[in-house]
């Protein structure tokens, strides 16, 4: 009896941590304060700028892992991979759409390459080699992916997961998805931004901040030197 009581008390805190049930508390805190210069919706102005998209379990870690990155200007969190247009955060939650929770970052490729955004999206951003799941998300919309916009796009995800392998970086093989972009669309407003904005949520503080931690110690190198402290 007691360990069934533990087992539920550690299923429990996972549900509360978990970022699909932290939607309630998002809506709550939509208008707690501005979002953030730095996120938000695409930059009006795209001159010189270039677009990746990807996927590694729940946007609001992924979003803030690459604003910390040199180069970057935008960071959009979204939905993409499925077939329905416009999807809302519970019809993917819902798992009725097949698009996984995503971001699509806006980037100066005279500042950081492709190749490199791809580089900590699999070292560092998220744990690629686990099917449907990060952490304590798990479903199809938290599937890990990267939606490529080129044949040299897809080269360099095939060789950037060809040396991860290699090197046995992780104990198991990566699953990540690698499919071509078909469309990325932004999601609700109020989860824009929400890392910055919402520091001392449980979820940000307990699961996404390690995330974000995690970029900042594997590429120091790469980090803006004006971002918050974590």
């Known amino acids: 009896m007691t360990k069934l009581l533990s087992a539920l008390s550690a299923f429990a805190i996972l549900a509360l941590t978990a970022c699909g049930s932290q939607q309630p508390a998002r809506a709550q805190n939509a208008s707690a304060g501005p979002v953030p210069p730095t996120t938000g919706f695409a930059p009006k102005d795209l001159t010189g700028l270039a677009q990746a998209t990807f996927a590694g379990g729940c946007f609001w870690a992924q979003e803030e892992a690459f604003e910390q990155l040199k180069g970057v200007k935008q960071v959009v969190s979204g939905y993409a991979g499925g077939t329905v247009p416009n999807p809302s955060y519970e019809q993917v939650c819902g798992q009725r759409t097949g698009h996984t929770e995503s971001v699509n970052v806006y980037y100066d490729p005279k500042t950081i390459s492709y190749a490199t955004l791809v580089d900590v999206f699999f070292r560092a951003s998220h744990d690629p080699t686990t099917l449907n799941r990060q952490g304590p998300d798990s479903g199809p919309e938290y599937r890990s992916a990267v939606f490529y916009r080129t044949p040299e796009e897809q080269k360099t995800v095939a060789e950037a997961v060809a040396r991860v ?57 790469l980090v803006k030197s004006d971002v918050p402290a974590l």
Do not use: C, M
């Open 165 to 221: 392998n290699a090197a046995k970086l992780y104990d198991a093989k990566i699953v990540t998805q690698v499919a071509p972009l078909q469309q990325f669309w932004p999601a609700e407003d109020y989860h824009q931004g929400y890392f910055r904005l919402h520091p001392d949520q449980p979820y940000v503080a307990s699961v996404s901040a390690r995330k974000v931690a995690h970029v900042r110690q594997l590429f120091p190198q």
